[in-house]
């Protein structure tokens, strides 16, 4: 049996896990839990699957409780990662998710990773110290798990192109005049997926995408270059890899996040996940469209920061993610949120990964900048 720690398990990506261990619990045990603010979620989590540690991130009563230990704090997740575990499941969302990142590598647990941003800010660190402590990191992302498969599990496998799908987001048929009117209601009605609020306005924006292609470069050592972007409206082309001879492998399913999930925990083997089989006769048409530029003009941004190096990919993820709290709050417009990001990579002055320290410091720049555009 695979013991699991499972960092972020009141989200949505935890929740699945979740299922999963569920569908096959002779094959994965829950040894340990960290939660957020989310706590009656979490309280039923501890009670179902007993685990030897929780973590919450908010102070809650857990006396009724007596075989789990418990630690409260907005870090406290790094203590669900305790010796007796196989692998760390990741799936915080945002810069914290570096530190739980580091803390398993530290520790020589194996990572199964849902949080972009620890790749995204900090991945020279991450894949250097991974290589040190002989750390393996395996994508739950369906994008990164789609080009995962199609390499045949293999990261070091030789490829002509990576090429990324995207659905669009909640604003693909939006016009360049629309979008000055956009709310927080229209950008969390994704087409295709049920996600949590701060990824599904980085899909509408597309700096969701900006993100894996950051990602791609540090999983499978791509260049820039080699990495495509397409909108796939349909979500049933996971993303693709395309080979020397001109062969492009992809992998196809209906949108569901369990996939992904259960073979980062079981490859190369497969087994059940209750995935409906696709009917290609329904299907009829797959489409593909370049995405627009000057319609999502963070997709852009967010790669030529990647291109840059150093701590401006840990910029833009602070801007956004400083941004996208704000227009979640009805603080500020949807347009701003490439504004902001824009205006924080303008006013910083470079400078290189440097350790865990200056990628924090790189952070709290970008979100003070945000912050202070707005005299929030």
Known sequence: MKKIALIG???????????????HPDKFGIVSLAGG?????????????????????VETDVSEFSQTQFSFGENAFTDAIIPEVDVVIVSLVGFKGIIAVLDAINKGKNIALANKESLVVGGSLVMQKAKEKGVSIVPIDSEHSAIWQALDFDFNKPFKKLILTA???????????????????????????????????????????GFEVLEAKWLYGASFDDIDVIIHRESIIHSMVEYCDGAVLAQMSYPTMELPIQLALTYPERF??????????????????KPDSERFPCLNLVIDAGRTGGLYPAVVNGANEMAVKLFLENKIGYLDIYES????????????????ESLENADVFARKIVKESFKI
């Open 9 to 23: 398990c009141t989200g949505s990506i935890g929740r699945q896990v979740l299922n999963v261990c569920r569908r």
């Open 37 to 57: 603010c989310n706590i009656q979620e979490f309280v039923d989590q501890v009670k179902e699957f007993n685990p030897k540690v929780a973590t919450l991130a």
């Open 341 to 356: 990001i824009k205006r924080a990579l303008d006013e910083f002055n470079g400078g290189d990964i440097d350790g865990f």
């Open 272 to 289: 059940n996940c209750d995935v409906k089989s696709l009917d290609f006769a329904t299907l009829k048409t797959l489409t593909f469209e």
């Open 167 to 209: 659905s669009g987001g909640a604003f693909r048929d939006f016009t360049k005049e629309q979008l000055k009117y956009a709310t927080v209601k229209d950008a969390l009605k994704h087409p295709n997926w049920s996600m949590g609020a701060k990824i599904t306005v980085d899909c509408a924006t597309l700096v969701n995408k």
